[in-house]
């Protein structure tokens, strides 16, 4: 990876010099999950909390997602992933993603060395094979919290800016686009948003890219910038992710429901 930081410098680093956390401690975001003509059809749920451990403090951000309802009958769907960023550069450096569909069960975790330049993916079900995955130019997420990453970069109408993201063991090359401003409203109040849309531009488009995909994140122009709208579109069906409750980074306080 370009760029890399050697660990004296890491210790060093400043605020300046690091990356955007996608949530900060103490800080909770519920979504309700609509997909085609069935609005109640699943929900994300995302927490993120300080821990110290004996690599520095770090910032855990715990992802629940899950299919409910006859979302759930028709196609029962649950994955949980946690990933650990450095507080100190904001850098992830764990993740593990966890998925149950139809009955089958997968799990992975990644490591990432950046000294070394490559993020070390092994999978539950083969433990001893783990692969060396080379680190493209970029700071890695998981797509959910790249998105959220978003929120401090204050992108205007016209502006764009890289992306890296991990689907499973392969990494995403995006660009950022922000296509616009709009008004959304949500059970929260109605907010004005930037519209932001990933793109895969550097290199061939592959997975839901290649296929036709659309993504979107709308980040609202409010204090905490939060991300009032994801929506997913395919050929057969358009799925839209709407906030419904948020929890103040380093508040003790209920998370706002309607």
Known sequence: MR???????????????????????????HYRVA???LPGAGEIRLSA????DTAGPSLR???????????????????????DFTLADGRLRWLREETRQRGEQRAHQVAFDYAAGHALWTADEAPAATRALPLPPGEPADMILGLLRTRDWNLEPGGQRDALVLFNDEFYELTIHCVGRETVSTPLGSFTTRVLEPRMEK????????????????IAEDRWRLPV????????GRGVATLSGHRPPASDAPPAHP
Do not use: C, N, Y
């Not at 992802?63 to 409910?68: F, P």
């Not at 290199?203 to 709308?218: I, S």
């Not at 709208?229 to 057969?236: D, H, I, M």
């Open 3 to 29: 760029g890399l930081i050697a660990a004296a410098s890491l210790s060093a680093a400043t605020l300046s010099d690091a990356s955007a956390l996608p949530v900060l401690p103490g800080e909770e975001l």
């Open 229 to 236: 709208r994801f929506t997913v579109e395919f050929k057969v």
């Open 203 to 218: 290199t061939a488009p592959k997975g839901m890219f290649r296929r036709g995909g659309t993504v979107r994140v709308w």
């Open 61 to 83: 951000v715990l992802t629940h997602t899950r299919t409910l309802g006859l979302a759930r009958m028709l196609l029962p769907f649950e994955a949980r992933a946690t990933a």
């Open 35 to 37: 997909w085609a003509l």
């Open 49 to 52: 909390g300080r821990q110290e």
